[in-house]
């Protein structure tokens, strides 16, 4: 049973459409976040929410928006879409508490902007 | 802010040897640090982490890492590589921006286990 799922997995789109990506975390963890991996591999976050409140924006085109109708999932649509836009997209998810978890992190989602 | 550095983008190793895989820190109070590694095509996997406690760490399929206050370091290792140890890795540090637990990540560096 996957513990963070998302889909698609692979996404192939033209210029100026818009697109969604969808995670699913079933741990019952507290935080998700979206990261985005360029072709240089370098990770940079996002989004993060925490019990459906949104916590972290990084200065992300507002083309960009996550949506967490509840704890368990954090959904990212994009309008739009760039050629910059390009690159694997991964969801992650994080408990909070006592003691200091890690990410437990989705298997990526490729994106496509040709 | 909170960062790490991962000096090296490749780390050629032969099948056997010992591997490392290095990474520094700069923070503002205590260290919270993590090693992931990734594989093709696929997501971030947790190897270890650092809170506190002992400056050695053991984590999964075989690595450890060892932390070092006075070098602000955290080099992953493992002490005979394997072929299937190929992979991507990051080092990560707790980044404490208004008391959240996110992550930041390095830049990775890529292992390549040679048989």
């Known amino acids: 049973d996957t513990a963070v799922s998302q889909t698609p997995k692979y996404l192939v789109t033209q210029m100026g459409n818009d697109k969604s990506i969808k995670c699913e975390q079933n741990l019952g963890h507290d935080t998700m976040y979206w990261y985005k991996q360029d072709s240089k591999k370098f990770l940079k976050i996002m989004f993060s929410y925490n019990n459906k409140e949104l916590i972290i924006n990084e200065t992300v085109p507002n083309r960009f928006s996550p949506k967490s109708p509840d704890k368990a999932h954090l959904n990212l649509h994009i309008n739009s879409l760039e050629l910059g836009d390009s690159a694997v997209y991964f969801c992650a998810s994080q408990q909070q508490g006592a003691g200091l978890q890690g990410y437990t992190f989705g298997s990526g989602t490729r994106l496509t902007v040709v | 802010a909170q960062s790490v550095a991962q000096p090296e983008d490749q780390v050629n190793v032969a099948e056997g040897n010992p591997l490392t895989v290095k990474c520094t820190y700069s923070v503002s109070g205590n260290p919270y640090l993590f090693w992931y590694v990734q594989y093709p095509n696929r997501g971030l996997q947790f190897l270890l982490k650092?809170?506190?406690?002992?400056?050695l760490v053991k984590g999964s399929y075989g690595f450890e890492a060892e932390f070092n206050k006075s070098q602000t370091s955290f080099h992953l290792k493992k002490p005979s590589a394997l072929v299937s140890d190929s992979a991507l890795y990051f080092c990560a540090v707790r980044d404490g921006r208004g008391g959240n637990n996110r992550l930041a990540f390095g830049k990775g560096n890529q292992v390549v286990v040679i048989p």
């Open positions: 650092y809170i506190t406690g002992d400056n």
